[in-house]
């Protein structure tokens, strides 16, 4: 029997624990393979971002330290754009006379790899990312393992694409829940844009550190569900959450107790849903329940402080914060970006984590991108 009738014979995904996160998935695929392709040493996903054009790592089996935690425009590298427009694949069997000057082929080529076989992850026309697959040697794509291999790109692309769908799935209805409370509480769409690209930047600059192992799978997610934080408002009555002057104690009261709200909106989605990505329900969870808690252990709804504070829950703040002070409201201008980081410097290690602050200040230049990218409307 053929590496491809077995392939078909019998499933790659039958024995794999599809309720774990994607990237052991990806790990555990690679191990299979590997059984009928040893030569295949890193396989990995990336995923593209259509609001800005930028094409950024998502999962990685194999060698790790690869383009790990990286992004850049699709118009940088232009054989993964042509790729993403025609929906074909490519084959490149001997990096080292392949002319492509891109940062992304290069350091892969400093990593040693030799070959390569590229592979669209196309939902009708619809671009999603890229399946890649390297080897430390050359000349290891024939055409009879490319058909197998083809196959297993094809998988890998099934397996993403139902993964994008079931998020998209579960993100449409917590949005419809949270735009009910945007109609009471407005905020808009560029905010959220804002803050939720400002959560990504401090992730991936924490995950730089040996403080934090985040992988590009939990930063994607951070990403996604950053703007969830204040689904809990739609709890609020109108009179407290438009009210002009100070809220009374009782109505503070009713204020805070939107984070508890919110998780309770979000258990009941998930439950209603009827599934669960695998570890989404905690990240969204601490998000929406943890992002009024403080460092020194005086915010709320629990007091939790320092590391009690989920790591998702102390970035969405910084952010959240961040965005707040440099937008303008009904009732104030915005601040200019130097006020605001003075302001976050003050707050850091007493209410706001330090190394998430810091995260924020170490990539001001791409702060300004993201706010050039997504200015509010007057």
Not at 22 to 41: C, G, P, Y
Not at 115 to 133: N, Q, R
Not at 153 to 179: F, P
Request: glycine letters at 6%.
């Amino acid at each position: 029997m053929s590496a491809q009738e077995k392939l078909l014979h019998n499933h790659p995904l039958a024995n794999i624990d599809r309720s774990q996160p994607l990237n052991k998935q990806l790990q555990d695929l690679h191990e299979v393979v590997k059984r009928n392709f040893a030569f295949i040493s890193r396989i990995a996903v990336a995923l593209y971002d259509d609001k800005i054009g930028n094409i950024k790592t998502f999962l990685s089996s194999g060698t790790q330290g690869v383009l790990k935690h990286y992004e850049i425009s699709l118009n940088e590298v232009p054989t993964l754009k042509e790729l993403a427009k025609g929906g074909q694949v490519r084959v490149v069997n001997d990096l080292e006379l392949y002319q492509g000057s891109s940062e992304h082929t290069q350091k892969i080529k400093i990593h040693g790899y030799r070959a390569s076989y590229t592979y669209p992850i196309m939902a009708h026309d619809e671009f999603l990312g890229i399946v890649f697959f390297n080897s430390y040697e050359a000349n290891c794509f024939d055409e009879e393992n490319i058909l197998v291999i083809g196959l297993y790109a094809y998988i890998i692309g099934q397996m993403i694409m139902e993964e994008i769908y079931r998020t998209r799935s579960l993100l449409a209805t917590l949005k419809t829940a949270s735009s009910l409370m945007h109609y009471k509480d407005p905020e808009t769409s560029n905010h959220i844009q804002r803050m939720a690209r400002y959560t990504r930047l401090i992730a991936k600059e924490l995950a730089q550190t040996n403080k934090y192992d985040f992988t590009d799978e939990y930063i994607e997610r951070i990403f996604l569900y950053a703007p969830l934080h204040d689904i809990g408002k739609i709890a609020v009555p109108d009179e407290i959450l438009q009210k002009k002057g100070k809220l009374n104690e009782e109505e503070w009261k009713v204020m805070q107790a939107h984070t508890i709200k919110g998780r309770e909106i979000i258990d009941n989605i998930f439950e209603n849903l009827g599934f669960l990505i695998a570890g989404d329900a905690e990240i969204i969870r601490c998000i929406a329940e943890q992002h009024h808690e403080t460092i020194d252990g005086l915010g709320y709804p629990h007091g939790l402080k320092e590391e009690q504070v989920s790591i998702a829950a102390r970035i969405v703040s910084v952010a959240d914060i961040f965005d707040a002070l440099t937008s303008e409201r009904p009732y104030k201008k915005a601040w200019s970006n130097e006020a605001a980081i003075a302001q976050l410097k003050k707050l850091s290690g007493e209410k706001l984590d330090r190394d998430c602050v810091q995260a924020l200040i170490d990539n001001l230049e791409e702060v300004e991108n993201i706010q050039k990218l997504f200015i509010d409307e007057n």
